[in-house]
């Protein structure tokens, strides 16, 4: 059997949007194949077609050599078919167990211990160190992950999907999921990695298929090409993986936080007396261990978290005490970590969510009635303008566009709102090459339009490479803050982990 999986001259089409046009994936056993495109290319729209979400327009599909018809997932399942999606499938109040077994309880007898003992098992002979008994929203994203595969793994899968798989990973859980994927096609799986990052596809990929604007561009050797080629072949032209930039030319401080103390939501100290500045025409990045007090930073400063004590300044304004609309009016925009939780209302068309901070001033409204006209005008310019993908253009409800895409339309509207001071958490997550580029582009933009950029990312190649300054923070406690290009990565690794510069390990 040379292919587990085969898809054959696949066409899927949505009203507006042709997602798929001819295109074939011959995955072979006990590989790790990647499918590589930009956001909006159609890879999960693909490979929720093999997974019976969607069904093909056109095409063949084939299984251990068999042609067969995935009308849904319990079919995929039968088959031996499982996936792992961006957003994870989980109800957060239910244990490991209960969420692996949903849906597939038995028909008269739900016998909780044996699964639960059967999991264990399978997460043993995994080495996925996850306990059946723990709840969903006690445990690490990564583990929620984990949690995905065992039910794959439960269901006997042979073909795992991956969608976007390190998305929401720290650089620790990155390295530990690719050793779970190594050890998985040792047991004799095979593997469907859906990416956009290059370095992982180089990492762990055998060969990769390529995809543009829902066509086949080909499949490649992953050892024979280089990164720059994959780049190129993704978005059909030449793509710079540095960023171009003058040297920084720090004005007067715009954001003045002092002997900051905040509580996460345990109630146990977030950050310990945490001073930092950020000035017009330089990105002050901050670096760090995901967890060390950086969400508690921005919501401190963007009015989602009250204090315990310190001061937040806007210029020369004492802000801690404002509304959040009032500080957005005085000028910060935030690019939220959590697109679908903080950064989008998902029910709310694409248009809509344009105008979400917006939509009382003129010319959006005027007398307290939404001026709809100005209102599609103005997200028709930045949907344009950001190049976000979907259907029905601004009048597509967000929850339908693509993870990537929905960043870009967040990315717009921040970066539009003119802001003195612009907070960016993670603000290329989920976005491939080309529009990391360019939204890297417009964040150095910014910064020599004479705005503060406050970096928020746990990707240290994104620090370093638009960041003048870095503050390294561990435990809520900034470590040190350094000029970018007196540093390196191994330096800044040992300050994440709370080791000063000229202190032993």
Same mark, same amino acid.
Do not use: W
């Given at each position: 059997?040379?292919?587990?999986?085969?898809?054959?001259?696949?066409?899927?089409?949505?009203?507006?949007?042709?997602?798929?046009?001819?295109?074939?994936?011959?995955?072979?056993?006990?590989?790790?194949?990647?499918?590589?495109?930009?956001?909006?290319?159609?890879?999960?729209?693909?490979?929720?077609?093999?997974?019976?979400?969607?069904?093909?327009?056109?095409?063949?599909?084939?299984?251990?050599?068999?042609?067969?018809?995935?009308?849904?997932?319990?079919?995929?399942?039968?088959?031996?078919?499982?996936?792992?999606?961006?957003?994870?499938?989980?109800?957060?109040?239910?244990?490991?167990?209960?969420?692996?077994?949903?849906?597939? @309880? +038995?028909?008269?007898?739900?016998?909780?211990?044996?699964?639960?003992?059967? /999991? &264990? =098992?399978?997460? *043993? %002979?995994?080495?996925?160190?996850?306990?059946?008994?723990?709840?969903?929203?006690?445990?690490?994203?990564?583990?929620?992950?984990?949690?995905?595969?065992?039910?794959?793994?439960?269901?006997?899968?042979?073909?795992?999907?991956?969608?976007?798989?390190?998305?929401?990973?720290?650089?620790?859980?990155?390295?530990?999921?690719?050793?779970?994927?190594?050890?998985?096609?040792? @047991? +004799?799986?095979?593997?469907?990695?859906?990416?956009?990052?290059?370095?992982? /596809? &180089? =990492?762990?990929? *055998? %060969?990769?298929?390529?995809?543009?604007?829902?066509?086949?561009?080909?499949?490649?050797?992953?050892?024979?090409?280089?990164?720059?080629?994959?780049?190129?072949?993704?978005?059909?032209?030449?793509?710079?993986?540095?960023?171009?930039?003058?040297?920084?030319?720090?004005?007067?401080?715009?954001?003045?936080?002092?002997?900051?103390?905040?509580?996460?939501?345990?109630?146990? @100290?977030?950050?310990?007396?945490?001073?930092?500045?950020?000035?017009?025409?330089? /990105?002050?990045?901050?670096?760090?261990?995901?967890?060390?007090?950086?969400?508690?930073?921005?919501?401190?400063?963007?009015?989602?978290?009250?204090?315990?004590?310190?001061?937040?300044?806007?210029?020369?304004?004492?802000?801690?005490?404002?509304?959040?609309?009032?500080?957005?009016?005085?000028?910060?925009?935030?690019?939220?970590?959590?697109?679908?939780?903080?950064?989008?209302?998902?029910?709310?068309?694409?248009?809509?969510?344009?105008?979400?901070?917006?939509?009382?001033?003129?010319?959006?409204?005027?007398?307290?009635?939404?001026?709809?006209?100005?209102?599609?005008?103005?997200?028709?310019?930045?949907?344009?303008?950001?190049?976000?993908?979907?259907?029905?253009?601004?009048?597509?409800?967000?929850?339908?566009?693509?993870?990537?895409?929905?960043?870009?339309?967040?990315?717009?509207?921040?970066?539009?709102?003119?802001?003195?001071?612009?907070?960016?958490?993670?603000?290329?997550?989920?976005?491939?090459?080309?529009?990391?580029?360019?939204?890297?582009?417009?964040?150095?933009?910014?910064?020599?339009?004479?705005?503060?950029?406050?970096?928020v990312s746990l990707e240290l190649d994104e620090i370093f490479n638009l960041s003048d300054r870095i503050v390294v923070?561990?435990?809520?406690?900034?470590?040190?803050?350094?000029?970018?290009?007196?540093?390196?990565?191994?330096?800044?690794?040992?300050?994440?982990?709370?080791?000063?510069?000229?202190?032993?390990?």
């Open positions: 059997m040379e292919y587990i999986v085969e898809m054959l001259g696949i066409r899927k089409e949505f009203p507006g949007v042709l997602a798929n046009d001819d295109i074939t994936l011959q995955v072979r056993p006990r590989e790790i194949h990647a499918l590589l495109g930009e956001n909006g290319a159609g890879k999960s729209t693909l490979m929720s077609i093999l997974f019976g979400l969607y069904h093909a327009d056109r095409g063949t599909i084939r299984v251990k050599g068999n042609e067969v018809h995935v009308t849904d997932p319990n079919v995929a399942n039968d088959l031996g078919i499982g996936m792992v999606h961006q957003h994870f499938q989980l109800v957060h109040n239910f244990t490991v167990t209960e969420n692996i077994i949903m849906g597939n @309880e +038995g028909r008269f007898v739900l016998d909780v211990k044996s699964a639960a003992k059967k /999991i &264990k =098992e399978l997460s *043993e %002979r995994y080495r996925l160190s996850i306990d059946p008994d723990a709840k969903i929203e006690d445990i690490s994203v990564g583990m929620q992950q984990r949690v995905e595969i065992l039910k794959m793994l439960y269901r006997n899968a042979d073909v795992l999907i991956f969608d976007e798989p390190t998305a929401v990973l720290t650089p620790q859980e990155v390295h530990e999921l690719m050793g779970i994927m190594k050890n998985l096609t040792k @047991e +004799g799986k095979s593997i469907i990695l859906i990416t956009h990052k290059l370095r992982e /596809i &180089k =990492e762990i990929a *055998e %060969r990769c298929t390529v995809i543009r604007r829902g066509k086949y561009i080909g499949t490649v050797d992953v050892a024979d090409t280089t990164q720059q080629e994959m780049a190129s072949m993704m978005v059909g032209r030449e793509v710079s993986f540095k960023v171009k930039k003058e040297p920084a030319k720090p004005g007067e401080v715009v954001l003045n936080v002092q002997n900051l103390t905040v509580l996460n939501s345990r109630k146990y @100290e977030a950050l310990k007396n945490f001073s930092i500045q950020a000035r017009r025409g330089e /990105i002050v990045g901050i670096a760090g261990v995901e967890g060390n007090g950086q969400t508690e930073l921005v919501e401190a400063i963007t009015g989602l978290r009250d204090i315990v004590s310190g001061s937040i300044k806007l210029h020369e304004d004492e802000i801690s005490a404002l509304s959040r609309r009032k500080r957005n009016e005085l000028g910060i925009a935030h690019i939220p970590e959590d697109r679908q939780k903080h950064g989008l209302v998902l029910e709310f068309t694409v248009g809509e969510n344009m105008v979400l901070k917006t939509y009382y001033q003129t010319p959006h409204s005027k007398n307290g009635f939404l001026n709809e006209e100005k209102i599609n005008a103005h997200a028709q310019r930045i949907v344009e303008m950001f190049d976000v993908r979907s259907g029905q253009g601004i009048y597509s409800p967000a929850g339908g566009l693509s993870g990537g895409n929905q960043q870009k339309a967040i990315v717009g509207r921040e970066i539009d709102m003119n802001p003195d001071l612009l907070i960016a958490v993670q603000p290329t997550r989920g976005l491939d090459v080309g529009a990391i580029e360019y939204i890297h582009k417009r964040l150095v933009e910014q910064r020599d339009n004479g705005k503060a950029v406050l970096l923070i561990n435990s809520g406690e900034v470590i040190d803050v350094v000029k970018t290009e007196e540093t390196n990565e191994d330096e800044i690794g040992l300050m994440m982990a709370g080791i000063k510069r000229g202190e032993s390990r």
